[in-house]
Nanobody, 117 residues
Framework: QVQLVESGGGLVQPGGSLRLSCAAS????????MGWYRQAPGKQRELVAS?????????ADSVKGRFTISRDNAKDTVTVYLQMNSLKPDDTAVYYC?????????WGQGTQVTVSS
């Protein structure tokens, strides 16, 4: 069964850190480029970071130097992480993982990240 489950969100003060995890079950993901996306209230969903099977990474300008994406490839499950440091209120959003390019059938529930004092 193909599914993606995000976790690790929460409430954090500005300047704080969080580590998000995404468990992607199914052989589909072992060779796929994986991405973290986010959607803030009233805004379109945007790609935050992506990582290839060979561990090449790309980041949105707004998170470069603060966020780090990584992945752990197991046989039938890929775990994708997003380490978020120096968080800002503008980082508040629901965070999702998906392939890159994204596929509608892979969107999960996401995990809420709220940065506020």
């Amino acid at each position: 069964q193909v599914q993606l489950v995000e976790s690790g969100g929460g409430l954090v003060q500005p300047g704080g850190s969080l580590r998000l995890s995404c468990a992607a079950s199914g052989s589909t993901f072992s060779t796929a480029i994986m991405g973290w996306y986010r959607q803030a209230p009233g805004k379109q969903r945007e790609l935050v970071a992506s990582i290839t099977r060979g561990l090449g990474t790309n980041y949105a300008d707004s998170v470069k130097g603060r966020f780090t994406i990584s992945r752990d490839n197991a046989k039938d499950t890929v775990t994708v992480y997003l380490q978020m440091n120096s968080l800002k209120p503008d980082d508040t959003a629901v965070y999702y993982c998906n392939t890159f390019p994204s596929r509608d059938r892979f969107w999960g529930q996401g995990t809420q990240v709220t940065v506020s004092s």
